[in-house]
């Protein structure tokens, strides 16, 4: 409600002392945020204050000359708390008004249902409020914002704005799927029907979460963290902010712009207007479906990962770091009779000298002898018992490129050993095999380069 009429005896009791005892003194004056319906009083509107009842949740405020619609009657009204703003004195709310001025008549109706209103202007903020489809809002301010993306991965159009509910949640919405218009008092309404929000704990439960392929999980219970796999965020985006959902994955890229997303049995849903479906199969397993363009349904399986994804990365750069630390601290130098010398820095470059020999049977041609060490490779199960971790020189070429050599190694008290692991080998990121005929170098330590 706009107004307030008082439906409540303690409510009523309130207005009329207010009304009829002359020690009604004013409290101050506010700024009106929320237009009223009768008297039709616009929002922005500077207005003296009476009472506040905490108890109604109300303030008593004065009705202006020019809005009174009975001139020789009430000349007072309540309204709702979180529908005004109160400033003090009557030029501290004329300022206030003038701030506001500019969003006083602005309101929003929710083009989406279930469109969230979050208490940051990011979306991957906690939702404070669910909108129904055509809920109206007031908008009070324009914010800056991280914003929404669209399935191509650009920028939505659209804004963040502090916004406020009737119910008084004050927060923050994307404006991609809300229609903004002006009202200046009297009845609002919106230009499509509104309904009965229904409690859905498990859509709520669903949209909290972040979906990402299933590969990701595996990777976790595996421990074996592929770093520039989990850097794409492979998944699934319901699309709660913009209205189009979106899935995301190494061989297909498909949007579904939706108008609503309904309850398709028991912790079932479809997103109206598509042919998009989920089904949430456990707490952190969700099952996706969709109509192809030959007409055949297709299924894709995500995930809720136990942690954030950039957390994981976090952990499996300081993992990696760890084990260059522990080659780095028993040299930081190798010397071989043979095979040169490998001098290694702090910050995980290298140096090899003397490595001609294994030119071009294990080292390409035309390389510096200079560049970096990633600790991204993993071993098979079978030979984690005897070997330390494997390990990717990116020796650099003359045309400052990065020329990946692979080698499996263990470390030891007198040095380093190292075993070339041909392409052949690997599979994706772990070494599955040795090389029918390896290539082995052993490099004593030598702790002045």
């Excluded at 249902?113 to 301010?141: M, T």
């Excluded at 998944?235 to 189009?244: E, K, Y």
């Excluded at 994955?249 to 109206?272: C, K, N, Q, V």
Aim: net charge negative; charged share 20%.
């Amino acid at each position: 409600m706009f107004f307030k009429k008082s439906s409540r005896f303690p409510g009523f009791l309130l207005l009329a002392a207010c009304l009829f005892l002359s020690s009604c003194s004013r409290l101050g004056w506010g700024v009106l945020l929320w237009s009223t319906e009768e008297p039709p009083i616009p929002s922005g509107t500077v207005l003296p204050v009476y009472i506040r009842s905490n108890i109604d949740k109300v303030w008593v405020v004065g009705i202006p000359e020019e809005f009174r619609t009975d001139k020789g009657g009430l000349d007072k009204i309540e309204v709702p708390l979180s529908q005004f703003e109160m400033a003090g004195s009557k030029g501290k709310a004329e300022k206030q008004a003038e701030a506001f001025a500019q969003y006083a008549p602005a309101y929003a109706e929710n083009m989406q249902d279930g469109l969230p209103i979050r208490d940051n202007p990011d979306n991957s903020s906690r939702r404070v409020y669910r909108l129904r489809a055509g809920e109206i809002i007031k908008v009070l301010d324009k914010v800056q914002g991280n914003p929404a993306i669209s399935a191509t991965g650009e920028p939505l159009p659209g804004n963040w704005y502090k916004v406020l509910t009737r119910d008084g949640t004050t927060g923050y919405c994307f404006s991609y799927r809300l229609r903004i218009f002006e009202h200046f008092g009297g009845p609002l309404q919106a230009a499509s029907s509104v309904r009965e929000e229904v409690s859905d704990p498990d859509l709520d439960m669903l949209m909290a979460k972040v979906w990402s392929a299933e590969s990701y999980r595996q990777m976790v219970n595996s421990r074996r963290i592929n770093i520039n796999e989990l850097a794409h965020h492979w998944g699934f985006d319901p699309g709660q902010d913009t209205g189009v959902a979106r899935i995301n994955l190494p061989d297909m890229e498909r949007s579904f712009e939706y108008t609503s997303i309904r309850s398709d049995g028991e912790r079932a849903w479809r997103f109206e207007g598509t042919s998009l479906q989920m089904n949430l199969r456990t707490n952190t397993s969700l099952a996706v479906q969709y109509t192809e363009t030959e007409g055949g349904m297709r299924t894709l399986l995500f995930v809720a990962l136990p942690a954030d994804i950039d957390d994981l990365i976090m952990q499996e750069n300081a993992r990696r770091e760890g084990l260059f630390t522990n080659i780095y601290n028993q040299g930081p130098a190798y010397t071989s009779n043979n095979y040169g010398t490998i001098v290694l820095s702090e910050n995980g470059e290298f140096s090899w000298t003397g490595y001609e020999l294994l030119v071009p049977h294990v080292i390409p041609p035309q390389i510096t002898g200079r560049g970096r060490i990633a600790m991204n490779l993993f071993l098979t199960p079978s030979f984690e018992d005897r070997y330390t971790g494997a390990c990717t020189f990116y020796f650099t070429n003359s045309r400052a490129r990065e020329i990946p050599v692979c080698f499996m190694y263990i470390l030891d008290i007198q040095g380093l050993r190292l075993e070339a692991a041909p392409e052949f080998t690997i599979e994706d990121i772990t070494v599955t095999r040795r090389s029918s005929s390896p290539v082995v170098i052993y490099f004593f330590r030598d702790t002045v380069p």
